[in-house]
C-alpha cells in the first residue's frame, strides 16, 4: 500500500475516535452530571455565605449582649442610689433620676437590638438546616449521575481503546512528515483528506484541474486542494488494516 492509502485508513480510524470522543461530550448522563455539579456548587456557595453571615450575627450578638450586661449593671448600681441615704437634695434626686432614664432607654435599645438578632439568626439557622438538606440531596444525586458516567466512559473507552490500537499500527507505517502535515490540515478541517469524486474536491466541491486529478490519481505525491487546503485522495477501495 501506498503512503496515501495508509493515510486514508488512518483518517477512517480517526474519525472513529473523534466520534466516541463527541459522543462521551454529548451523553445525557454528562449532562446530567455537569448539572448536578453546578447544583451542588450553587448550594454549597450559598452555604458559605449563609455560614458567613451567621458568625457575623453571632459576633455582633456577644457584642451587643456584653453592652446589654454592662448597662443593666449600670441600672442596677443608679437605682440602688435611691434606697440609701445619698440624695440629700431634690436636685440631686432629679440628676440621678435623669441618669436612669438614659440607662434605661440604651438598656431598652440593646434589648430591641438583641431581640431582633435572636429572631434574625434563628431564621438564619432555618435556612441553613434547609440549605443542609439540598447540599445532602445534592451530593446524592452527583453520586448516581458520577456512576452513570463512569459507565459510559468505560464503555466508550474500551471502544476507542481498540481503534486505537488500530489506528497505532497503521501509524507507525506513515513517514512523519506526512502526519504532521495531517495534523497541520486537521486544524481547519476535521475531516483531512477528500476523495475526488467527478474530478471536483469531495471536502469542498470545488472542480479541479485536469492535471491536479491526474497526478492524484498516479500517487504522484501529496496534492492539496487549491480552495480547502484538504488533502486531496483517489482510491477509496483501500481496506483498513
Known sequence: ?????????????????????????????????????????????????????????????????????????????????????????????EHLEKRIAEIYEKFSERKRELTALVNEMDSLNQNLRALNTRVRKGKKEYDINKREYDLVTKEIGQEYSKIKARRDVIEARLKSSLLKRYEAVKGNHSV??????????????????????????????????????????????AQTE
Open 1 to 93: 500500500m501506498e503512503q496515501l492509502d495508509y493515510l486514508w485508513d488512518y483518517q477512517k480510524l480517526d474519525l472513529l475516535m473523534d466520534e466516541l470522543e463527541n459522543r462521551k461530550k454529548s451523553s445525557p448522563a454528562r449532562k446530567d452530571l455537569y448539572k448536578s455539579i453546578q447544583y451542588l456548587k450553587k448550594q454549597q456557595n450559598d452555604l458559605e455565605k449563609l455560614n458567613n453571615n451567621v458568625d457575623k450575627r453571632y459576633h455582633n450578638y456577644k457584642r451587643i449582649f456584653h453592652e446589654f450586661q454592662n448597662i443593666k449593671d449600670s441600672l442596677k448600681k443608679e437605682e440602688g442610689i435611691l434606697s440609701t441615704e445619698e440624695i440629700k437634695s431634690a436636685k440631686q434626686l
Open 192 to 237: 483531512v483528506m477528500a476523495e475526488i469524486d467527478q474530478n471536483r474536491c469531495g471536502g469542498c466541491n470545488m472542480a479541479l484541474a485536469s492535471l491536479v486529478v491526474q497526478k492524484v490519481k498516479d500517487k504522484n505525491g501529496v496534492i492539496e486542494c487549491e480552495n480547502c487546503g484538504r488533502i486531496l485522495y483517489s482510491g477509496a477501495e
